[in-house]
């Protein structure tokens, strides 16, 4: 019997830009999630940044560790990936939840009470939530490897707990396509066609006597997405680091289900979830709304009955006596028709307090609807596809030009190394000083403010929590 169903989000396409507001996410605890101060104070975090920024950090330890990658602003840079369950999981270990007071708008849960964790003190997190987190952080080390984690955090302030992290994607080899050279070295090319009918030159590739591309293997340091999930069974990885979780943490004590094997689920992303909650609570408001203005009506014609039958017997005057009916039977329809009326006030209330909430939900969800990068995306990666085997083709071209130049840019280095080392000699001479020792840090200080300039100044609303 399990406690729970197993969750692992993974998201592997975060750039540069991407990198300042992750870290001020993660940090200051800004974006889409419903965030509850009083509970921030006891996350917990396994992995911190020592730089001033997320952006800093990552570009340090690419530094530090001599890593080779494109820089280039299409670059993955980073991979996260979320650890949970459901609520019903946690409650199994231990812990309390409260009503937050909102309700599901969609899935299996629709019209429930969404309840958040109870907590007001460390003693509220029972130890074998924080074991299961702990044992998350043990899996994720193992499978990516500990010193390429750059920041992992467990939240228990939002409405469910989870471990959140993000990691470089690093690899120790890399397959690079081989290319037909002249006599002199240099790439030929050939001539060949894009799918809109356009004639371009582009590098001949080399191949096998079966007519197969030729690759050559690589080895170094490198941040390669593509190969790092290739290596881990390329359409299949994410399949398989199911398994492998499934595997080590039900090995350590926890029931979780896996899930239907080969289930091709498509997960929404956090900004799809909000956008159907808001509909469906829309909808739902739609509905209410309807209910009480037939209600309304109802009253309404009520009263003009009993008003209309007022002023043609005067049954409600209780100042006349009337022959064949009671007095407290008059006054019994007197205090009705009253409560009718309050009845009208009341409903004449609630419907332009859900009036108000209607219009604000509709300027929300116009909002989100209008967003046209969320409802172009799978045109504009279509599109993108198509071109992408043509562009491969010129990176290869590139790559064999930026190799010759990365030849030519460490000879110049080494003469420029020499002519900077005489330079500082004649400077320290010439002011008695140790000029020279200071180099690094000037260099590096105004490195960091240009790109710090550069990221700090972005947009902070994009969502970057990773669907849960």
């Known amino acids: 019997m399990y406690d729970g169903k197993q969750v692992v989000r993974v998201e592997n396409t975060y750039k540069s ?13 800004k974006g889409t999630g419903n965030y509850e101060e009083t509970r921030t104070e006891y996350n917990i975090t396994y992995v911190s940044i020592t730089e001033r920024n997320l952006y800093q950090e990552v570009k340090s330890k690419l530094k530090e560790r001599e890593i080779e990658y494109p820089h280039k602003d299409r670059t993955n840079m980073l991979n996260g990936m979320v650890f949970t369950s459901g609520n019903e999981f946690f409650e199994t270990l231990g812990m309390k939840f409260k009503d937050s007071g909102r309700t599901y708008q969609t899935g299996n849960k629709k019209g429930k009470s969404i309840l958040i964790p109870d907590i007001n003190s460390k003693d509220d997190i029972p130890q074998k939530v924080i074991d299961y987190f702990d044992y998350c952080m043990e899996f994720l080390k193992s499978e990516v490897g500990e010193e390429n984690i750059i920041l992992a955090q467990a939240h228990f302030d939002e409405d469910t707990p989870h471990l959140q992290a993000y990691f470089l994607p690093i ?37 096998d006597k079966d007519n197969k591309i030729v690759y050559k293997i690589v080895k170094g ?16 990885s994410f399949a398989k680091l199911q398994d492998n979780f499934n595997k080590f943490i ?9 899930g239907k094997v080969g289930a091709k689920v498509e997960h929404k992303t956090k900004l799809e979830w909000e956008i159907e909650e808001k509909e469906n609570q829309l909808n739902s408001l739609n509905k209410e709304i309807d209910y009480s203005e037939n209600v309304l009506k109802s009253n309404k014609d009520t009263i003009k009955e009993i008003t209309d039958y007022k002023s043609t017997t005067e049954v409600l005057s209780p100042k006349k006596k009337l022959i064949g009916y009671k007095e407290a039977d008059v006054e019994n329809v007197i205090d009705y028709s009253k409560q009718l009326e309050k009845i009208n006030v009341i409903n004449t209330n609630e419907i332009k307090k859900k009036d108000n909430q209607i219009t604000k939900l509709k300027s929300e969800n116009d909002s989100l609807k209008d967003n046209d990068e969320f409802l172009k995306r799978n045109e504009i990666i279509k599109e993108q596809a198509s071109t992408i085997e043509d562009l491969e083709e010129q990176i290869g071209e590139k790559d064999n030009v930026i190799e010759r130049l990365q030849n030519t840019i460490t000879n110049l280095k080494k003469t420029l190394e020499k002519w900077k080392n005489k330079f500082f000699e004649v400077i320290d001479k010439i002011l008695g000083k140790q000029l020279s020792k200071y180099e690094d840090d000037y260099l590096d200080y105004a490195d960091d403010f240009i790109n710090d300039r550069k990221y700090k100044d972005k947009d902070k609303s994009n969502d970057f929590e990773i669907g849960m």
């Open 171 to 207: 690899v120790k080899e890399v397959r690079r396509k081989c290319f037909v050279k002249d006599d002199k070295g240099n790439v030929i090319k050939e001539k060949s066609v894009t799918k809109d009918g356009k004639e371009i030159l582009t590098p001949k590739l080399f191949r």
């Open 17 to 29: 830009k991407d990198l300042y507001n992750i870290g001020v996410e993660m940090k200051e605890r």
């Open 221 to 236: 340091n490198f941040l390669n997405n593509d190969q790092f999930w290739k290596q881990r069974g390329g359409q299949h």
């Open 250 to 258: 039900n090995e350590k004590g926890f029931k979780l289900d896996r």
